[in-house]
């Protein structure tokens, strides 16, 4: 884990199926399956030795190991090398060598593209970034200083800053009940109160309405409309004996 990874070998080789039956279709299951282990040594290894070949071929007859041994070329050092296995070497080193040269070349020239040292200009102390700018639409302001709602305005004898708060109270009573207006029924509800009340009692009515739960704005001398109570009617028995005698 520790060595290089400039001067690690490669885990694995290329292996051409097709080339590999036309070279070995002569040779027997057992020939193969030794050639095939021997391939793997070398590449492990870079080289096989006459001891390597003994012990692969431990219990072949004689001219099973020389037809083994015949894939392989002797070098200057007496050692055994397979000329493709060692081509596909060299072409896996060059690549390799290649790749980190391309990546030594890319970060030479990303180094160059950026300054060594920070400007003198930048200020010691960081300010805080800017807050957002806030949404127009979320900021604009109503048309009108009455507008409730839904571009609704307040009737013009209710167009005081108490009956404007009074009115505001109310819809937010409302939608925490999730008894919320639309444009059609607050505009109703507004003529209705304006037709029903003073301005100067419409924000007491207002308090007292929602002080009592109710679901609409009345007096308090005023109270919601009630189901009408069904009295339990009654047997009355007669007292004369006679009118159970027949």
Request: charge should be positive; proline fraction near 7%; include cysteine.
């Amino acid at each position: 884990m520790n060595e290089d990874k400039k001067t690690r070998k490669a885990p694995a080789f290329q292996f051409y199926a097709d080339d590999f039956l036309a070279g070995t279709i002569t040779m027997t299951n057992e020939e193969r399956g030794a050639y095939i282990a021997l391939l793997c040594i070398q590449w492990s290894k870079e080289a096989l030795t006459e001891n390597d070949f003994q012990r692969v071929c431990i219990g072949m007859p004689p001219h099973s190991q020389r037809i083994c041994q015949s894939k392989f070329q002797i070098d200057a050092e007496g050692n055994y090398r397979n000329q493709r296995l060692q081509s596909e070497r060299e072409k896996q080193d060059q690549y390799r060598k290649k790749q980190t040269d391309n990546a030594n070349k890319r970060w030479v020239g990303n180094a160059t593209a950026y300054p060594t040292a920070l400007p003198v200009d930048i200020p010691k102390v960081c300010s805080p970034s800017p807050s957002p700018t806030p949404n127009k639409k979320d900021t604009a302001a109503p048309k009108s200083p009455w507008d409730v709602g839904f571009g609704v305005e307040l009737p013009n004898s209710f167009q005081t800053e108490n009956c404007l708060q009074a009115v505001k109270l109310w819809l937010q009573y409302k939608s925490e009940r999730k008894e919320g207006y639309k444009k059609t029924g607050l505009t109703a509800s507004l003529t209705k109160w304006s037709n029903e009340f003073t301005p100067a009692e419409f924000p007491s009515c207002v308090e007292n309405s929602i002080a009592s739960g109710w679901k609409g704005i009345f007096r308090k001398s005023n109270q919601q409309p009630s189901l009408p109570m069904q009295v339990a009617s009654k047997t009355v028995l007669s007292m004369n004996l006679a009118d159970y005698i027949s």
